[in-house]
């Protein structure tokens, strides 16, 4: 045997995982990619209650009727209004260390309360300083339809904006930070899929 490779041996033989593949796990773990998601939001209510009702007035002529061009004109007017108004929220997923942070913060203001029962007692106050967390940790920015990206998201911006967007906009974007997390859990479902195939033998 050469005596190169009875170094290697018994370099080996001291110490067995000196020659093995090695890598980072702290590294991989803190430096992953997030995913990352897009709600878009129209917060028009007026324009879009006018919208439907142009609307309900165009579909009330039978076809082959001329549709006054006033109504045509008024909808396109609508529609466009409509987008002028859109707003584009950019999200992120986070780590399970956020959250627990989000919810350490959260307890320590708002602690669990029983009542005489021994039943949890619900803080409405306590779920919406989650969610104003939540929100201010999982939206990166928000660009409107001119492209103009809104200041630092922060707790009292996100503040702002869930008092003053519409119920049906704070649902979209609540179910898009919801979905987020969903549909990335759902990955490892076909990935799994994929591994269990090409290990067949």
Do not use: C
């Not at 519409?166 to 899929?193: C, H, M, R, Y």
Request: hydrophobic content about 40%.
């Amino acid at each position: 045997m050469r005596h190169d490779r009875i170094d290697e041996y018994t370099a080996y033989e001291r110490n067995p995982m000196a020659n093995a593949l090695t890598f980072d796990l702290v590294a991989t773990l803190t430096g992953r990619d997030l995913p990352t998601d897009e709600v878009t939001v129209y917060p028009n209510e007026k324009a879009l209650l006018g919208l439907t009702r142009v609307n309900a007035e165009i579909t009330d002529f039978t076809e082959g009727e001329d549709i006054p061009k006033e109504l045509v004109e008024k909808r396109d007017a609508l529609k466009k209004e409509i987008a002028d108004s859109a707003l584009t929220f950019h999200l992120t997923g986070i780590t399970r260390e956020t959250t627990r942070d989000i919810l350490t913060k959260v307890y320590e203001k708002y602690p669990e309360k029983r009542n005489a029962f021994g039943q949890v007692e619900v803080i409405p106050e306590r779920d919406e300083l989650f969610q104003t967390l939540l929100w201010a940790k999982q939206i990166t920015k928000v660009v409107n339809a001119d492209g103009a990206e809104s200041p630092e998201v922060t707790e009292e911006l996100v503040t702002i904006v869930r008092n003053n967007l519409p119920g049906f906009a704070s649902v979209a974007v609540q179910n898009g930070i919801q979905k987020l997390a969903e549909d990335t859990a759902a990955g490892i479902d076909w990935i799994q899929a994929d591994v269990d195939f090409l290990s067949q033998p």
